[in-house]
Nanobody
């Protein structure tokens, strides 16, 4: 059974940092690209960042390119999202996503709140 479990969210002040983790199980992790999405209150879900199966390449939404870094550790079946210089508009539920044999799987999400 494919599972994606996010963690690391919380309340942080503007300008602060958080590192999110997504632990995967139930499939061959090293064969799958993984993405982070987010859904802010009242807004549609949007792509944050994505990383290839080897970690050799990543892409980012323009507004996050200089502040967020996606990485992965295939030995730990884990993808990370390092978020720096957080802004109130980064407040959202963050989800990781994997496509396995043509099916898309989502984690349950982790809440990130940026507020003073």
């Amino acid at each position: 059974q494919v599972q994606l479990v996010e963690s690391g969210g919380g309340l942080v002040q503007p300008g602060g940092s958080l590192r999110l983790s997504c632990v995967a199980s139930g499939f061959t992790f090293s064969r799958s690209a993984i993405s982070w999405f987010r859904r802010a209150p009242g807004k549609e879900r949007e792509l944050v960042a994505a990383i290839t199966n080897t970690g050799g390449s990543a892409n980012y939404a323009d507004s996050m390119k200089c502040r967020f870094t996606i990485s992965r550790d295939n030995a730990k079946n884990t993808v990370y999202l390092q978020m720096n210089t957080l802004k109130p508009e980064d407040t959202a539920v963050y989800y990781c996503n994997a496509k396995v044999y043509g099916l898309v799987y989502w984690g349950q999400g982790t809440q990130v709140t940026v507020s003073s």
